[in-house]
C-alpha cells in the first residue's frame, strides 16, 4: 500500500508545484515593469525613425532614376532624329549614284 501512496503524493506534489509555477509566470507578464515598457517604447520609437529614414532614401533613389529614365529618352529620340537624317542623305546619295547608270554611255 505504500506504493501506491506514495505516487499519489508524488503527483500531488508535481501538479502544486507546477501550478505554483505558472501562477508566478502569468504573474509577471499581467504586470509588466516600466522599465521594460519605456525601452519598448524608445526601440520602437528607433525602428520607426529607421524606417522614415530608408523610405526617404529609397524616394531620392526613385527620383534619381526617374530623371536617368527622362535623359535616356532623350538621347533615344536624338540617336533616332540623326537616324533618320543619316537615312535620308543615305538615300539621295544612292539616288545620285543610280542616275549616271541610267543614262547611255557616250563613249560605245
Same mark, same amino acid.
Request: proline content about 5%; aromatic content about 8%; charged content about 25%.
Given at each position: 500500500?505504500?506504493? %501506491? ?5 508524488? &503527483?500531488? +506534489?508535481? +501538479? ?15 504586470? %509588466? $515593469?516600466?522599465?521594460?515598457?519605456? #525601452?519598448? /517604447? ?7 525613425? &529607421? ?6 532614401? /529609397?524616394?531620392? *533613389?526613385?527620383? #534619381?532614376? *526617374?530623371? /536617368? +529614365? ?9 540617336? #533616332?532624329? @540623326? *537616324? @533618320? &537624317?543619316? *537615312?535620308?542623305? $543615305?538615300?539621295?546619295? $544612292? ?7 541610267? /543614262? %547611255?554611255?557616250?563613249?560605245?
Amino acid at each position: 500500500m505504500s506504493r %501506491p501512496l506514495l505516487i499519489v503524493f508524488l &503527483v500531488f +506534489v508535481i +501538479v502544486f508545484t507546477s501550478q505554483f509555477e505558472w501562477k508566478q509566470q502569468f504573474g509577471e507578464e499581467i504586470e %509588466p $515593469t516600466p522599465t521594460v515598457s519605456l #525601452k519598448d /517604447q524608445y526601440v520602437s520609437k528607433r525602428q520607426d525613425s &529607421v524606417k522614415e529614414k530608408i523610405i526617404l532614401s /529609397q524616394e531620392r *533613389n526613385i527620383q #534619381k532614376l *526617374n530623371g /536617368q +529614365v527622362r535623359s535616356l529618352q532623350e538621347q533615344l529620340l536624338q540617336c #533616332k532624329a @540623326e *537616324n @533618320e &537624317v543619316t *537615312n535620308r542623305s $543615305t538615300f539621295s546619295l $544612292t539616288e545620285h549614284l543610280t542616275e549616271p547608270e541610267k /543614262q %547611255p554611255m557616250l563613249d560605245d
